[in-house]
């Protein structure tokens, strides 16, 4: 039952890491117009996007860089490893 649980964790880990990279990808891309793009686009946004102001308050953009995604990959994987090792130890 714990294993399943990590397990799930840690896919839950990675998809979000894998979607703020995805988002930071195609803010840095021009990509033509698409229905299936925009509807990319608009998911990602809807799912990162909250996460991502979190950390946009505490850090401004320093020289028209957003270093926020650093921080909240960072703090991400702080959260992932404390769960883990919790659900380890029950």
């Known amino acids: 039952m714990i294993d399943t649980l990590i397990n799930f964790v840690f896919a839950l880990y990675w998809v979000y ?6 988002y930071i ?10 229905v299936w793009i925009g509807r990319l ?19 401004p953009p320093i020289g028209g860089m957003d270093l926020s995604p650093i921080l909240a990959l960072i703090v991400l994987r702080l959260v992932f490893t404390i769960t883990v090792t919790i659900l380890d130890r029950l």
């Open 41 to 59: 686009r608009g998911f990602l946004h809807d799912t990162v996007e909250p996460y991502l102001r979190l950390f946009r308050r505490m850090i």
């Open 17 to 22: 890491t894998i979607l703020i990279f995805v």
């Open 25 to 34: 990808l195609m803010s840095w891309v021009r990509l033509p117009y698409n």
